[in-house]
C-alpha cells in the first residue's frame, strides 16, 4: 500500500480558481471519498449538496464575506489583527492583506469556485459523533481534489454563527429547525489559479507530541534487557 | 441560595461546557440566547437609537438590570453599551472565576436581534466583554452593521471610547426612569 503522506502534505488551502469546470467524474470521486470516511457506529450522517449555479454561489460567497468581515472588521478596530499580521515588514503590504482579511474579501471565493460542496450532517440520524464525522468527511475530499490535481478550501465562516447558519441553510433549502441538519461547512473546489507559498510553516513535532502522558516531551527508552541478547539472537540471560 | 444565583449556577455550568467544546467559537453560537424576551416585547423604533433605547426599557423595566448605557461611534459600527446591576452578573462571576473569557452577554443578544429584525440591519457581532462584579457592571463592545457596505469601514475604537467618555456621549435608561 502506498503512503499517503505525500498527498497529505502538499495539500494547501486555494482560494483562487480558473473559471474552468471541474468534470462531473472528479467530483464523483471526491464524494465518493467523503463516503468512505470514519463514522461513528456507521451512521455516516453526512449529506453533500453540490452547488454549481453561479447565483447560489454569489449567495455563499456574500454570507461568508458579511462573516468574516463582520468579525475582523471588529478584531481590527480592537487592534487585534494588527498584531496577527505585525510579522509583513512592508507597510503597504501589510496593510493590502490586513484590507483584503477586514472587508470579508478573504472569505468571498465561493463566487469563483467553480464548486462548492456544502456539509451537512443528520442530527437525527447520528446525533454522537456529527461534527467529527463530518469533519472527516471534508479532509478526506480536500485529500482526493488535491491528488486529483484540483484545488479545494475548508469554509466554515458562513456557518460560525447561529444566525448566519440559518441564513446558509435557507440558501440551499436545508430544513432550519435546529433538530434536523448541523452544517459544519462548505469546500470550494476548482483548478487552482494561485500557487501558494508552500509548505507553509508548521510547529515541529518536537513541539506537539508527548509521550505517555501529558507534558512529557522525551520519547521514552527501552530498557536494556528488551534491547540486548547475548551470545545469540533472543537469548536474554547472560551466561 | 436563591432562584436566579440557582438559574446563573446553571447557564454558567452550561456556558463553560459550551466553551470546553467549541472554545472561543462558543460565542457565535449563543446569539439567540434572549431573544425570546426581547421578541415578546413588541419593541417599537424607527431608528437604531430608538431601538436601543427601547430595548433597555423593557429590559430595566422587566428587572433584568438596573441601568443601561450605550453610545455609538466608529463609522456607526462600534456599540458601546454599558450593564450595571444585571442580574446575569453571577454566572460572568462563576466564569471569569474558572478562567473563561465571558462571551455571551444575553443583554446585547437582545439589542441586536432587534436591530437586525426591526431595521433589517446586515449582521451584528459582540467583540468583547468586561465584567467587573465588584463594581456590578458590564461593558460591551458591540459591532453592528447597517448594510453590507459597512463590512471593512474601520476605525480605532480605544480613541472612539476616548473621545465618547470625554464627550459624555452616553445616553442612559434607569429601571426607575
Given at each position: 500500500m502506498g503512503d499517503i503522506l505525500e498527498v497529505i502534505s502538499g495539500r494547501k488551502s486555494i482560494r483562487r480558481y480558473k473559471p474552468d469546470p471541474v468534470p462531473d467524474e472528479m467530483i464523483d470521486k471526491i464524494l465518493e471519498s467523503a463516503r468512505w470516511a470514519p463514522t461513528g457506529e456507521n451512521y455516516q450522517p453526512w449529506r453533500f449538496i453540490v452547488v454549481r449555479d453561479q447565483e447560489t454561489r454569489n449567495k455563499i460567497g456574500d454570507l461568508a464575506k458579511v462573516g468574516s468581515g463582520s468579525r475582523m472588521t471588529a478584531w481590527y478596530c480592537l487592534g487585534h489583527m494588527q498584531e496577527r499580521f505585525e510579522a509583513i515588514e512592508d507597510p503597504e503590504k501589510r496593510a493590502k492583506v490586513l484590507r483584503f482579511m477586514y472587508s470579508g474579501e478573504v472569505s468571498e471565493f465561493a463566487k469563483t469556485a467553480p464548486v462548492v460542496i456544502a456539509v451537512l450532517g443528520s442530527l437525527e440520524l447520528g446525533s454522537v459523533d456529527v461534527p467529527y464525522d463530518l469533519s472527516a468527511a471534508v479532509e478526506n475530499m480536500l485529500l482526493e481534489a488535491h491528488s486529483l490535481g484540483l484545488g479545494g478550501c475548508w469554509v466554515h465562516g458562513p456557518v460560525a454563527s447561529s444566525r448566519d447558519a440559518v441564513k446558509f441553510k435557507k440558501i440551499l433549502n436545508i430544513p432550519t429547525e435546529m433538530s434536523a441538519y448541523k452544517v459544519i461547512a462548505y469546500i470550494a473546489i476548482g483548478w487552482a489559479l494561485e500557487k501558494r507559498k508552500h509548505p507553509r510553516p508548521k510547529i515541529p513535532l518536537e513541539e506537539l507530541v508527548y509521550w505517555?502522558?501529558?507534558?512529557?516531551?522525551t520519547r521514552p527508552k527501552l530498557p536494556l534487557d528488551e534491547l540486548v541478547y547475548y551470545e545469540e539472537f533472543g537469548k536474554k540471560e547472560k551466561e | 441560595m436563591d432562584r436566579m444565583s440557582y438559574c446563573n449556577d446553571l447557564i454558567a455550568r452550561m456556558e463553560e461546557l459550551f466553551f470546553h467544546e467549541l472554545?472561543?467559537?462558543?460565542g457565535w453560537k449563543t446569539?439567540?440566547?434572549?431573544i425570546d424576551f426581547i421578541q415578546s416585547k413588541q419593541i417599537a423604533g424607527d431608528n437604531r437609537d430608538e431601538i436601543i433605547r427601547n430595548c433597555l426599557k423593557a429590559i430595566t423595566a422587566a428587572g433584568l438590570a438596573e441601568e443601561g448605557s450605550f453610545a455609538v461611534a466608529g463609522e456607526d459600527i462600534l456599540l458601546r453599551l454599558k450593564v450595571k446591576g444585571c442580574i446575569h452578573m453571577g454566572k460572568e462571576a462563576r466564569l471569569k472565576d474558572r478562567g473563561i473569557n465571558i462571551y455571551n452577554c444575553i443583554i446585547a443578544n437582545m439589542i441586536n436581534d432587534q436591530l437586525i429584525?426591526?431595521?433589517?440591519?446586515?449582521t451584528a457581532y459582540v467583540a468583547s466583554i468586561d465584567a467587573e462584579e465588584e463594581q456590578d457592571l458590564c461593558e460591551i463592545k458591540i459591532a453592528i452593521y447597517?448594510?453590507?457596505?459597512?463590512?471593512?469601514?474601520?476605525?480605532d475604537w480605544s480613541e472612539e471610547c476616548r473621545r465618547i467618555d470625554e464627550n459624555n456621549e452616553w445616553q442612559t435608561i434607569r429601571a426607575d426612569e
Amino acid at each position: 500500500m502506498g503512503d499517503i503522506l505525500e498527498v497529505i502534505s502538499g495539500r494547501k488551502s486555494i482560494r483562487r480558481y480558473k473559471p474552468d469546470p471541474v468534470p462531473d467524474e472528479m467530483i464523483d470521486k471526491i464524494l465518493e471519498s467523503a463516503r468512505w470516511a470514519p463514522t461513528g457506529e456507521n451512521y455516516q450522517p453526512w449529506r453533500f449538496i453540490v452547488v454549481r449555479d453561479q447565483e447560489t454561489r454569489n449567495k455563499i460567497g456574500d454570507l461568508a464575506k458579511v462573516g468574516s468581515g463582520s468579525r475582523m472588521t471588529a478584531w481590527y478596530c480592537l487592534g487585534h489583527m494588527q498584531e496577527r499580521f505585525e510579522a509583513i515588514e512592508d507597510p503597504e503590504k501589510r496593510a493590502k492583506v490586513l484590507r483584503f482579511m477586514y472587508s470579508g474579501e478573504v472569505s468571498e471565493f465561493a463566487k469563483t469556485a467553480p464548486v462548492v460542496i456544502a456539509v451537512l450532517g443528520s442530527l437525527e440520524l447520528g446525533s454522537v459523533d456529527v461534527p467529527y464525522d463530518l469533519s472527516a468527511a471534508v479532509e478526506n475530499m480536500l485529500l482526493e481534489a488535491h491528488s486529483l490535481g484540483l484545488g479545494g478550501c475548508w469554509v466554515h465562516g458562513p456557518v460560525a454563527s447561529s444566525r448566519d447558519a440559518v441564513k446558509f441553510k435557507k440558501i440551499l433549502n436545508i430544513p432550519t429547525e435546529m433538530s434536523a441538519y448541523k452544517v459544519i461547512a462548505y469546500i470550494a473546489i476548482g483548478w487552482a489559479l494561485e500557487k501558494r507559498k508552500h509548505p507553509r510553516p508548521k510547529i515541529p513535532l518536537e513541539e506537539l507530541v508527548y509521550w505517555e502522558e501529558f507534558g512529557k516531551t522525551t520519547r521514552p527508552k527501552l530498557p536494556l534487557d528488551e534491547l540486548v541478547y547475548y551470545e545469540e539472537f533472543g537469548k536474554k540471560e547472560k551466561e | 441560595m436563591d432562584r436566579m444565583s440557582y438559574c446563573n449556577d446553571l447557564i454558567a455550568r452550561m456556558e463553560e461546557l459550551f466553551f470546553h467544546e467549541l472554545s472561543d467559537c462558543a460565542g457565535w453560537k449563543t446569539e439567540f440566547i434572549g431573544i425570546d424576551f426581547i421578541q415578546s416585547k413588541q419593541i417599537a423604533g424607527d431608528n437604531r437609537d430608538e431601538i436601543i433605547r427601547n430595548c433597555l426599557k423593557a429590559i430595566t423595566a422587566a428587572g433584568l438590570a438596573e441601568e443601561g448605557s450605550f453610545a455609538v461611534a466608529g463609522e456607526d459600527i462600534l456599540l458601546r453599551l454599558k450593564v450595571k446591576g444585571c442580574i446575569h452578573m453571577g454566572k460572568e462571576a462563576r466564569l471569569k472565576d474558572r478562567g473563561i473569557n465571558i462571551y455571551n452577554c444575553i443583554i446585547a443578544n437582545m439589542i441586536n436581534d432587534q436591530l437586525i429584525e426591526k431595521l433589517n440591519y446586515e449582521t451584528a457581532y459582540v467583540a468583547s466583554i468586561d465584567a467587573e462584579e465588584e463594581q456590578d457592571l458590564c461593558e460591551i463592545k458591540i459591532a453592528i452593521y447597517e448594510t453590507m457596505e459597512k463590512i471593512g469601514c474601520v476605525s480605532d475604537w480605544s480613541e472612539e471610547c476616548r473621545r465618547i467618555d470625554e464627550n459624555n456621549e452616553w445616553q442612559t435608561i434607569r429601571a426607575d426612569e
